[in-house]
């Protein structure tokens, strides 16, 4: 009876590893996400906080495939929404975060071979795994009220003093006649050098008009003065606050 036995027990063990060698060859996925913020910075994670614009680069990472017809469903969601604002059926693919808020992300995914069929999709994603999740900030946008445009390495040009999250923005500068003077469109540029056409201005006051768009919807339309102050120098208070 023992010598019965021991065929039939190695039979059962080698089922068994055909069984576990079968199902290393079934599709998996591991979606990753990497963020680029706008001055070119980039970070993987699964968890980012940031601010607008931001470009998030999504992977499915798929493996085991060959064979299988593949189907992927990229779902964007915000927060406390049931409804995803965004599909993209790519196996990988791109997008700009431009509003303020929460974002989820999930990879659905169905791989099909003859009758077989593996599915990532609600319950895998409610029971087996976390969704990508990026925060985008709430807007802001500060303007300084003088700059010394003196050549001492310090305050030298007009420029934004403090953003983050937006999306739209346009600066001019006026004269105390209107003419304008100087115009830019991107709120992490130096701005204005003091000069027209080449040349340096007078001191005295100006004026700056910005019109800018937050991610979370806040338009901004900052109208004030702006000193120019060429007798100043580095160390000396320029009245630069906000």
Known sequence: MTKKLIPLLLLSISLCHNMLAQSDDYPVINPTATYTTYSGESETSTNYSGNAPLTGRFEANAQNTEGWNTY??????????????????????????????????????????????????????ATEAEPLQVTISESKLIMPNAFSPNHDSSNNTYKVKEYQSLVEFHATIYNRWGQKLYEWDDPAADGWDGTFHGNDVKEGVYFVEVRAKGADGHIYHIRRDVNLLRGYTEGTRTGGGG
Do not use: Q
């Open 72 to 125: 992927y469903e990229w779902r964007f969601n915000k927060e406390n929404a049931t409804d995803p604002y965004l599909i993209r059926y790519e196996e990988n693919t791109e997008y700009v975060f431009a509003e303020a808020g929460t974002h989820y992300i999930r990879l659905y995914a169905t791989f099909t071979r003859g009758s077989e069929t593996i599915e990532y999709t609600e319950e895998y994603w």
